[in-house]
């Protein structure tokens, strides 16, 4: 079994085959620093936390994991808090940022005598309409290399050579556009906030996600000019920041110094099957979906699940079903996520210029989900269940 990338979805899928009695390798084009220093996601949803503890891997996590369950909102009428965490299910979040679980779920895995290659970048994948798929990679000294295996498990993201190497009309790809950008700040100050916030403002949206005691992540809504965006000072950026956080109202934030910054620009995208032949996509490589509800990861590690289930079914016991369904159980649940994903990006942002009638209506809807949030229970379970859910 041949593994590419070592992020969550490739490392949840590793150790979980180890531990099936099945042989794979993991081939990732970073060292091993920079994979252990890749900070992104942080929210962990129940069922994540779950299937880490189920398969012996959250060690870590319950060591060093925060619950959270209560998130904020700021807008023209006022603020409101919604303890999410007594809602719905009664679930919260676990904080971890990603690259901790990265690196426990890398530690785990070599220690269990996995086996993985850094410095290795997948090209292509051939033949994987056939029995013995070979992967391509370009080695860290720039010498290809060869690998072949009864399977590919591409974890490697959307731009990633498994999305890469299939052939035309092999999937089929649904793609959204949002129109939105985000400049996402990972700054070294403490949070301001005891919830995640969300301001939604004239000017645009902006985002406060603690990630530690000395760490929070914004964001801020922006042009699509990725230059533009890089030449915004810090003191510019936490004045805006201010400003559309209500500061004035509601207290100022925190200031630190920025460390890292980013434009995010909000687009989505499901491909269908998850699988050709042997090769099957895990994570981003099978649907890219917006930051804007905290689903990506939590959506790699389920698929990373179910695909390691069906592997060891049909490699050890000889039973392909269970294989045969992996396309259509992650599909329920990735579009799932993309319906509630594509429901906050309408909550969290004005109507952008157009035609007037347009802009009136799409402002229109915001508002009533704004007000039905704050003011019905129904409302708010729905909310809290969705959002914590995969």
């Not at 949840?12 to 091993?32: I, S, T």
């Not at 189920?54 to 998130?71: K, P, W």
């Not at 799409?362 to 409302?379: F, M, N, P, V």
């Amino acid at each position: 079994m041949i593994i590419l990338g070592a992020g969550p979805a490739g490392l949840v899928l590793g150790n979980l085959l180890l531990r099936g009695g099945v042989d794979c390798v993991v081939l990732e084009r970073a060292d091993r620093e920079h994979v252990q220093q890749r900070t992104r996601a942080g929210y962990l949803a129940p069922e994540t936390v779950r299937i880490l503890e189920r398969n012996g891997l959250a060690e870590g996590l319950r060591a060093r994991g925060r619950e959270h369950g209560v998130c904020e909102f700021r807008t023209e009428d006022g603020r409101f808090r919604l303890d999410y965490r007594t809602l719905g299910r009664g679930e919260p979040h676990t904080v971890y940022p990603q690259h901790e679980l990265v690196s426990d779920l890398l530690a785990q895995f070599i220690d269990a005598g996995g086996r993985i290659r850094f410095g290795a970048e997948a090209v292509t994948v051939a033949e994987a309409d056939g029995p013995d798929p070979s992967v391509t990679v370009r080695e860290g000294d720039g010498r290809p290399g060869r690998w072949r295996g009864r399977y590919v498990a591409a974890c490697d993201g959307r731009h990633g050579a498994g999305r890469r190497s299939l052939p035309p009309g092999a999937v089929r790809r649904h793609h959204r556009d949002h129109g939105v950008s985000w400049l996402g700040l990972l700054a070294e100050a403490p949070p301001s906030l005891d919830a995640v916030g969300y301001a939604i403002h004239p000017r645009g949206f902006a985002g406060h996600m603690a990630r530690s005691t000395g760490i929070t992540r914004y964001y801020l809504q922006c042009e699509r000019d990725t230059a533009a965006c890089d030449a915004w000072s810090d003191a510019r950026i936490w004045d805006e920041l201010d400003l559309r956080m209500r500061a004035a109202e509601y207290g100022p934030l925190l200031r630190g110094r920025i460390v890292r910054r980013g434009v995010v620009h909000l687009e989505s995208d499901v491909l269908e099957p998850l699988r050709h032949g042997s090769l099957f996509l895990v994570g981003d490589a099978a649907g890219l979906i917006s930051p804007s509800a905290a689903k990506g990861a939590n959506l790699a590690v389920l698929e990373a699940e179910i695909l390691a289930r069906a592997l060891i079914d049909a490699l050890v016991r000889g039973d392909t079903v269970p294989l045969a369904g992996y396309s259509e159980r992650c599909l329920a649940h990735i579009w799932r996520a993309q319906d509630f994903s594509h429901w906050m990006i309408g909550l969290l942002h004005t109507a952008a210029p157009g035609p007037e009638a347009a802009s009136f209506f799409q402002e229109g809807l915001r508002r009533s989900r704004i007000a039905a949030l704050r003011g019905s229970r129904t409302q708010q379970d729905w909310f809290a269940e969705n959002y914590v859910g995969i």
